[in-house]
Structures are given as structure tokens and as C-alpha cells.
């Protein structure tokens, strides 16, 4: 099985660390969207040591097709809530999708 990941680089806004950990993390609002398709694996959220306002998200699928077929049926939902968060970031970029090797 080759695992397809989305990652994200954020930062947080001064002050919105602990509602951007809540809503980012494995158990937060993104993951509880995700665990609405079968070929979601996980959610991992980094905070970088030397900076606590800067994070990573490492989103976890069976396979890109997986993560494809999410965004087909359930994509309004994800710009919803995209929006819905952006006022916890002051920046957002997304880094990739990398495929996990053997």
C-alpha cells in the first residue's frame, strides 16, 4: 500500500495557538471532515520548536484516488471550512503531496 500525504506549513496568529492546535490537530474540527471518507488515514500537526506560532500538517490517505475521490464529494464542505478557519492563520502554504515509499 503506498500512503498519500498533504502537507501544510501554518502560522498562527498571536494569541490563537491553542484554538489553531484544537481545530488542526487529530481529534480537531479538519480531521473529524476527513474521517468522513473511508480512505482517510490520519491527521499529524508539528509545532516547530524554536517557534511556537509556526506549524505543520501532515494528512494521511490510502492513496491519492482516495484523497481525489474526497474532495469530488465532500469539496463545498472543505472550502467552507477553510474559510471558516482562516482567521486563525496569518499565513498558509501548502508544501505537497508526497506518496510514502516502501
Excluded: Q
Amino acid at each position: 500500500m503506498t500512503m498519500y500525504v498533504i502537507l501544510w506549513r501554518f502560522r498562527s496568529l498571536v494569541g490563537r495557538e491553542s484554538e489553531f492546535e484544537r481545530a488542526y490537530g487529530p481529534s480537531g474540527v479538519w480531521a473529524l471532515l476527513f474521517r468522513r471518507d473511508d480512505g482517510y488515514l490520519r491527521t499529524e500537526l508539528l509545532r516547530r520548536s524554536d517557534d511556537p506560532r509556526e506549524y505543520l500538517t501532515l494528512d494521511c490517505w490510502v492513496s491519492r484516488a482516495a484523497y481525489e475521490t474526497f474532495r469530488a464529494r465532500l469539496g463545498n464542505e472543505y472550502r467552507r471550512l477553510d474559510g471558516r478557519l482562516e482567521e486563525l492563520t496569518e499565513e498558509e502554504t501548502s508544501l505537497g503531496a508526497f506518496e510514502v515509499l516502501p
